[in-house]
């Protein structure tokens, strides 16, 4: 309707809807972000300090946060292209770009702890003591 609309006023006004929409939808995926962030970290310390035997639970979790968080952060800095300058533009970049370092960190952390459980396996293998017996015949 508004790239229909011949009249600039209405024009203007539906433009101004919708970044009032945009501005809304910025701030509620940087909020989204947050939350999946706390819930990376949350899961980070589930997986080192929890029952070990279920570490690739904590582990996915923290995957699946991250996920959320990235996805988010893809959303705000997209919509933060359509606005001019502002002290809202460069609080809510400042927040985004926050949550990115922490988002990095977080991914960083989860890396190292898959190549723990890959270094883990491999000493498994390499020493023969799985703890459960293996039939290679079923």
Known sequence: VRDQET??????RYRDDALVKQREST???LSI?????S???INLQVFQSGWKAVRGDSGAAISCALSGVSASL???????KDFRDSEWVRTTKSSADDLFAQFRE???KLVT??????????QTLASDQLSLPLDDEN
Do not use: H, M, S, W
């Not at 893809?74 to 933060?80: D, G, K, S, V, W």
């Not at 190549?115 to 491999?122: D, I, P």
């Open 74 to 80: 893809f959303a705000a800095y997209l919509n933060l």
């Open 106 to 108: 977080t991914q960083t």
């Open 39 to 41: 819930l990376a970290e």
């Open 7 to 12: 009249d600039p006023q209405r024009k203007r």
């Open 27 to 29: 701030e509620a995926a």
């Open 113 to 122: 702890l898959a190549f723990g459980l890959q270094e883990e396996a491999e």
């Open 33 to 37: 972000a947050g939350t999946c962030i």
